[in-house]
């Protein structure tokens, strides 16, 4: 047994270590076998030769990483420990069967429960995906780091983000601004995950170029969109011909998510949902893979479960 004295310099020791050490119980965890012992801007490994090698050099990239981008966070400690040193003597990262995408400031953006893996899986088989189930599931969220991948990994030269635009009943016309202030507030779930995924500079010139496209769905009509990665969020607010309208756009080479709640619908009361439809329709139609997601998929806070599951008894 082996015992290493490892001086943290340059860096903050509470900014490594975490409020009451959480950080370093992060970085513990992936070192069961050895003993560490922090004393103030002291660490002290105790254990197998290698394992104290290893732990040093993750240690190395963590002070680092936090001297280039003044932060580390659990999912950055992550990301580094899943680094490799290659023969070369450059860092790999380790792909794991749940990783999607890398996204800003080292975030590791994976596929978190059994349904966001298979749609993960059946995105990469199929070329048109439902994705159906209530909010907190990580549907779009998911949808979004997939197409995200699709484009750096150049499988695409678009992403189209669309989404019905008016929701809650009110009229576009009657918001101030011009057009995109008046989309905007409806297109923020979408532009949340393009954040986390893209640089804030890369994302703009995206944007301004066209790569990624943000716009209601009444703007699809009469486009043919091929060699996309296309996602319509909140289908169960399209009608019926917006919805057939938006399935009928699809390109050669593209690829379309869905994603709705048919819980949700904010539609008037009279005017039934395309994507309700569409779901009886194109049942057992080959090619066209439908995943529902439930409570057992929500990952934001605990009480969203409870509350999903205390409406799911009600309306049952």
Not at 42 to 50: E, V
Not at 129 to 158: D, H, M, Q, S, W
Request: contains cysteine; aromatic residues 6%; neutral net charge.
């Amino acid at each position: 047994m082996s015992e290493k004295v490892i001086e943290i310099s340059g860096v903050n020791p509470v900014e490594l270590y975490g409020v009451n050490e959480s950080k370093l119980s992060v970085i513990r965890s992936y070192f069961p076998k050895l003993k560490v012992i922090a004393r103030g801007d002291i660490l002290k490994a105790i254990g197998d030769d290698i394992e104290i090698s290893l732990f040093e050099q993750k240690i190395g990239l963590m002070m680092q990483h936090l001297l280039k981008y003044k932060q580390l966070t659990e999912n950055n400690i992550e990301r580094l420990m899943d680094e490799e040193e290659t023969k070369e003597g450059s860092k790999t990262l380790k792909h794991d069967d749940e990783t999607i995408v890398f996204g800003n400031g080292g975030l590791i953006v994976k596929a978190k429960t059994a349904n966001q893996r298979k749609l993960v899986k059946e995105s990469e088989k199929n070329d048109l995906v439902f994705a159906i189930g209530p909010a907190g599931t990580g549907k779009t969220y998911t949808a979004v780091a997939l197409a995200v991948r699709a484009l750096k990994n150049k499988e695409v030269k678009r992403i189209i983000l669309t989404r019905p635009a008016v929701e809650s009943g009110e009229n576009l016309g009657f918001l101030p601004g011009d057009l995109k202030e008046k989309l905007d507030p409806y297109m923020q779930p979408l532009y949340d995950g393009l954040r986390d995924m893209i640089p804030a500079e890369k994302l703009a010139e995206m944007l301004e170029s066209g790569v990624i496209q943000i716009a209601p769905l009444a703007f699809m009509r009469g486009r043919t969109l091929d060699k996309c990665f296309v996602i319509l969020d909140e289908a169960q607010n399209a009608t019926e011909s917006q919805l057939k309208m938006f399935l009928t756009r699809m390109g050669k080479s593209a690829k379309f998510i869905l994603t709705g709640d048919p819980t949700q619908i904010d539609l008037p009361k009279r005017q039934p949902s395309g994507l309700i439809q569409a779901l009886a329709v194109l049942k057992g139609v080959k090619d066209i893979s439908m995943i529902t997601f439930d409570e057992k998929d929500v990952i934001r806070h605990k009480l969203v479960k409870a509350i999903i599951g205390a409406y799911k008894t009600v309306e049952e």
